[in-house]
């Protein structure tokens, strides 16, 4: 069941990269959508990592594995996109958005509680507490500015409230992933492999998303 949920995410994800690479690897197009397009990148080598690993040796729980840094690295391109390429310009520190500060507070609290709960005072190997330690800092970055773009009123730049569909998918993936994390620290395949096709369909849709909001943003 392994080898099959890595095979659907990487497929979606290399169909999501390859569209992404044709439609914004182009002059004059946007950072954030290229950074979008990078981190699917990031999440189909680090499933091919995970692909060859199964085909070789047959195991993914056991040791540390490169295909977990494709993970790492897609949340880190989706903390970057929103971070500095589009949060810098949305939000100019006024007083009255406090409140879209502190609310989006609530998603990485919630994955600090469950790593606590599910790793950290779980049973589980030392390896995967690390892993899952690792993982949860990086959710915690990106979920903040995915759950503080879907909420943040976007009047003066315009692109945030075209693009919540696409941060809610990205919400969505970084809880499946976390998900996924779960499941292979206690070798449960079958969660492991509904976790893998939502995340799957999940990378699917980011791109087409990110390009319907853009050209709303420009008409």
Request: aromatic content about 14%; hydrophobic content about 55%.
């Amino acid at each position: 069941m392994y080898l099959i949920a890595n095979i659907i995410v990487c497929v979606c994800a290399l169909a999501g990269c390859n569209y992404g690479g044709i439609k914004f690897f182009r002059p004059k197009q946007a950072l954030y959508a290229q950074m979008i397009t990078l981190s699917l990148g990031c999440i189909a080598f680090g499933r091919m990592f995970n692909i060859v690993r199964l085909l070789t040796d047959g195991n993914l729980t056991d040791h540390f594995q490169l295909g977990f840094l494709g993970m790492i690295g897609s949340l880190m391109f989706f903390f970057s996109a929103n971070f500095s390429a589009v949060d810098t310009h949305l939000d100019n520190g006024a007083k009255e958005f406090s409140k879209y500060r502190l609310i989006p507070l609530a998603a990485p609290g919630l994955f600090a509680v469950l790593y606590i709960v599910l790793f950290l005072l779980s049973d589980v190997s030392a390896l995967w507490k690390i892993q899952g330690g690792v993982l949860t800092l990086f959710a915690m970055a990106s979920s903040y500015y995915h759950l503080k773009h879907l909420i943040f009123p976007d009047a003066a730049f315009g692109i945030v409230k075209f693009l919540k569909p696409y941060n809610l998918l990205a919400l969505i993936y970084t809880a499946s992933i976390f998900a996924e994390c779960v499941a292979m620290s206690r070798s449960n395949e079958v969660l492991t492999l509904v976790c893998c096709c939502i995340t799957g369909l999940v990378t699917a849709a980011i791109i087409p998303t990110v390009v319907r909001g853009i050209a709303k943003w420009k008409t």
